[in-house]
């Protein structure tokens, strides 16, 4: 499970755009590109569902969504990873 | 494993049928059955409606179900979505919330999309369309 916090931590890390609107929509964005997106509900704390639905959204494996979370990643790995993805 | 099309009822017309771009039924179901439907091992379903007012259906998708951490998620694999709720009609519901959210963010930034949401706006495009 991610908990609502990681995930505004993965948007504030990650300087994902947001807006809300149903959900809070977030995407990120890269030389005025639009790369990737992901949401999450309104809920207020607690766990998110869908972990694994955001994290194939933010195109990461476990190991990576976790680095991301305890801070062993930054903006600038992750533009890296969505390189070798061929995503950027 | 059933395969069944949900169509909203407004569609469920032989004539709008007829009419339209389906071309194999094999069976119509409106989504008030959808609760006798979750009775049983449903995993994949083909879904007409949007249940958006500005956004129709023009060829129906692929919804799977599975479960996670005790709630239903609902997916649909060709535009990398998902809803989740506690029974299937809350996350189906919650999914087609998120594709018409994902279509008007989408059709907004068409022209500075990088290559993977381009590809599921395209993706949106064969399936979706705005009403005239």
Redesign the interface.
């Known amino acids: ?1 991610i908990k609502r916090d990681e995930f505004d931590l993965i948007v504030s890390k990650l300087q994902l755009r947001t ?1 809300s ?3 809070l ?1 977030a ?1 990120f964005e ?1 030389d ?6 992901t ?1 999450r509900s309104h809920q207020r704390g607690g ?1 998110l ?2 972990q ?2 955001i994290r ?2 933010l ?1 990461l494996d476990e190991s990576q969504l976790r680095g991301l979370i305890d801070c062993k990643i930054g903006r600038g790995e992750y533009l890296e990873i969505l390189r070798a993805k ?3 | 494993m059933t395969t069944v099309d949900i169509i909203h009822d407004e569609l469920r017309s032989e004539e709008n049928v007829a009419r339209g771009p389906i071309t194999t039924i094999q069976g119509l179901v409106s989504e008030s059955d959808l609760d006798m439907l979750v009775l049983g091992s449903l995993e994949r379903i083909l879904v007409g409606h949007l249940l958006d007012q500005e956004i129709r259906v023009y060829a129906p998708f692929t919804v799977l179900f599975k479960y ?2 005790g ?1 239903v ?1 609902a ?1 649909a694999p060709a535009f ?1 979505e ?1 809803g ?1 709720g506690d029974d299937h009609r809350d996350a189906l519901h919650d999914l087609q ?2 594709l018409a ?2 279509y008007r ?1 989408l059709e907004e ?1 068409q022209d ?6 381009l590809t599921t706006w395209q993706s949106l495009r064969r399936c979706f369309s705005r009403h005239s």
Do not use: T, Y
Request: aromatic share 6%; net charge positive; charged share 35%.
């Open positions: 499970m807006r609107s149903h959900h929509l995407w890269h005025g590109k639009v790369i990737v997106r949401r766990d569902p869908m694994d639905c194939q959204q195109k061929r995503l950027i | 996670d951490e709630h998620v997916e990398n998902f989740f919330r998120a959210e994902l963010e930034k500075r999309l990088g290559p993977d949401l």
